[in-house]
C-alpha cells in the first residue's frame, strides 16, 4: 500500500481550500507544539507528540467509522478499556482500514516505539541519541527529512537572531554601543562562543520533532477530507442514480 497523501502538492488542491499544513487543527497542534517543547524536556516532548497524534487518529476513526456506527459506539471503541483505546491500535487499525498511508504509518510505529522508551528508561532520556529514529519520523516522502532538519535550524537561529536584535538596541540606550547591530554579527558572536552553540544544538531535537509531526498530522488530515469527499461524492452520485431510475 502506498501513501499518496505524501505525493499530493499544493496545486492539487481547489483555490478556496487551504494547503493541508495551514488545516487549523493541524496548524493549532504545531504552534503549541513549538512552544511547549521550548520548555519541555525530550522526554516530555516526545511525550506530547505521541498523544497529539494519538487524539489526531481518534479524530480520523470518528470521522470516517461506519455510518451504521453511532459516534457512542465508536467513542466506546476509542475509549478505555476499548480495543482502540491505545495508540498502537489506532494506528493499526486507521492503516487496515486505509485512513492512513504506509509512510505515516511506519513513521508513527517509529514514534511509538521512541515514546516507550522514553516513558520506561530510568535515566535521563536524550533525543540526539535517537538520531536515526527521529529521522525515521520525519522521513514521509522524498527530501522530508531533510527538509526538517534545514527548516527546524532555520528557525532556532532565526529566534535567536531576532531576540538578540531586540537586545542590541536596548545595549546601546544603555551603553551606548551595540553589539549585536546585524544577524551576521550575531551569528559570528554564536560561533565563538561553543558553550551557546551546544545549547541551540540541544534544542534541535525536539524543534525537529516538531516539524516532524506537523507534517505528519497534516497528512493524516488530508487523507481525511480526501476519504470525505470522496464518500460524499459517492453519495451524490448514488442519489443522482436513484432520482433518474425512478
Known sequence: MTDTSADSSPEEHDDDEPHFLADPDVAGAFERMLDEFSRETDRGSILIAADTVSAHLERIILALAPETFTAKRVKGLLNYPGPLST??????????????????????????????????????????????????????GPGTAAGVNRFAVELILRSVVDRLLGRGVELEAEIGSNPFASPSDIIDELSARPEHMKLLEDRLPRM??????????????????AMVAKRLGTAAKDDLSSGETS
Open 87 to 140: 495508540f498502537a491500535a489506532r494506528a493499526d487499525i486507521a492503516f487496515m482500514a486505509g485512513f492512513i498511508g504506509e509512510n505515516a504509518h511506519r513513521s508513527i510505529d517509529l514514534l511509538r516505539g521512541l515514546r516507550n522508551k522514553a516513558a520506561h528508561s530510568q535515566g535521563a532520556f536524550s533525543l540526539a541519541d535517537h538520531r536515526k529514529i527521529l529521522r525515521g519520523i520525519c522521513d514521509l
Open 208 to 225: 525537529e520533532l516538531a516539524f516532524g509531526i506537523w507534517i505528519l498530522l497534516g497528512l493524516i488530515t488530508h487523507q481525511k477530507k
